[in-house]
C-alpha cells in the first residue's frame, strides 16, 4: 500500500518494513495446494511498482519473520532504483522495533536525515510545497 501511495503523491522517500512483493504470492507460499494466484482478487503488486519509484527507498525485513518471507524483502531490495537500502533487523514480523530498537531507529533516523536535504530541494522557493509534508498542528 505504501509503495503505490509513493506512486500517487511526491514523497522525499519510501520506508517499507516486512513488504511482500504481492498479496497472490503470500498467499501462495501460505496455501500452496490452493490457486491462490488466480483466485485473489486483491493484487498489491509491490513488485512491480517499486521499480518505477524516483526516491530513496529504505527496506527494513528480518530473517525470523514468520509472516512475510524474508527473500520477498531482499527481492524489492533488488527491483528498488538507487538511492536504495536494505537493513536486516533481528525479531520477528511484528516486533524488530521492540527486539532490535537502537538499530531499528538508528537506520530509522539516519534515511530521514539523509532524505530532509532532498525533501527541501524539492519545495518551490514560492511557497506552498511539492513534497507532501503532514500539516503543523
Not at 13 to 32: C, D, H, K, M, Q
Not at 43 to 65: K, N, S, Y
Not at 71 to 88: H, S
Request: proline share 9%.
Amino acid at each position: 500500500m505504501a509503495t503505490w501511495l509513493a506512486t500517487q503523491v511526491p514523497a522525499a522517500g519510501l520506508i517499507i518494513e516486512a513488504a511482500y512483493t504481492s498479496i497472490p504470492e503470500v498467499g501462495a507460499g501460505r496455501f500452496p495446494f490452493l490457486p491462490v494466484k488466480q483466485l485473489a482478487s486483491i493484487q498489491f503488486p509491490t513488485a512491480e511498482r517499486i521499480g518505477t519509484l524516483h526516491m530513496p527507498v529504505l527496506i527494513m525485513h528480518t530473517p525470523l519473520d514468520e509472516a512475510i518471507p524474508f527473500w520477498m524483502g531482499q527481492r524489492l531490495y533488488a527491483l528498488a532504483r538507487a538511492p536504495k537500502r536494505f537493513v536486516t533487523l533481528a525479531g520477528h514480523h511484528n516486533d524488530p522495533w521492540i527486539v532490535d530498537r537502537d538499530h531499528y531507529f538508528s537506520e530509522f533516523r539516519r534515511f530521514l536525515l539523509e532524505v530532509r536535504p532532498q525533501a527541501d530541494e524539492q519545495a518551490p522557493a514560492q511557497g506552498g510545497t511539492k513534497c507532501w509534508r503532514p500539516e503543523a498542528r
